[in-house]
């Protein structure tokens, strides 16, 4: 039993931020990388709203480099598979080193890409540099991955799956997506329902005294 104050302070204070960001911690545990999608639509404002979240993240001198674009008609996501399959085919089979092909292994990933274009959104995030109307930023790379950071756990929260999908190289995005020179690929989203019958690899993650270190 505490005292009358502990709403605010104390102990049943200290416990309720424990059962908060548990209940948090737990949730996060939940989202998986998903490749195998449903074509069933999401809602558009789902996505405004997490791009919003994402838009909160810090950034050097807050000069929020990122640029997020939403890519839903078909033809564009049509394109967007068909250059990626391009680029990855060369990693699979020229660009990748043995090592590299040993450690995607357990994934099960190759070179096609279906979920480009099943997905019902596919958002492609951009680092965006210095150029004609953008001022130069700093930690651009740490700035995006916040951000991106932000982007996935909100896509999460709200019941949508994601996959962070890195084609390699990624330079065609900008005429799939018609992006200026500034503006460079970071990382490719899709957005959607799980398909019904997806698949995920058994894979575990690092215990907490395995990340965790106190000083
Ligand atoms: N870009 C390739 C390869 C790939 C690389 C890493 I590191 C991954 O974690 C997963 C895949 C692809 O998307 O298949």
């Not at 209940?23 to 990388?33: E, I, V, W, Y």
Request: charged share 25%; aromatic share 8%; proline share 9%.
């Amino acid at each position: 039993m505490g005292s009358a104050a502990d709403g605010v302070r104390g102990r049943g204070r200290d416990q309720e931020m424990v059962d908060t960001v548990r209940a948090f911690a737990d949730r996060m545990t939940t989202r998986r990388s998903i490749r195998h999608f449903s074509a069933e639509p999401v809602p558009r404002e789902v996505v405004e709203e997490a791009v919003r979240a994402a838009s909160t993240a810090p950034s050097g001198a807050n000069l929020q480099p990122w640029r997020f674009v939403v890519i839903s008609d078909p033809e564009r996501k049509r394109r967007l598979r068909e250059a990626a399959e391009a680029e990855e085919r060369e990693f699979y089979s020229r660009r990748a080193s043995d090592e590299w092909l040993r450690a995607l292994a357990p994934l099960g990933t190759d070179w096609q890409k279906p979920f480009l274009e099943v997905a019902p959104v596919v958002i492609v995030v951009f680092e965006v540099h210095q150029g004609p109307n953008t001022p130069k930023p700093y930690y651009v790379k740490e700035s995006v991955g916040i951000a991106v950071g932000l982007l996935i756990t909100a896509l999460h929260h709200a019941g949508l799956a994601t996959l962070t999908h890195t084609p390699s190289p990624m330079r065609f995005l900008n005429s799939v997506c018609g992006r200026p020179a500034e503006e460079r690929p970071y990382v490719v989203i899709p957005v959607g329902f799980p398909a019904p019958d997806a698949t995920v690899p058994d894979l575990t993650r690092k215990p907490l005294e395995e990340v965790l270190v106190w000083q």
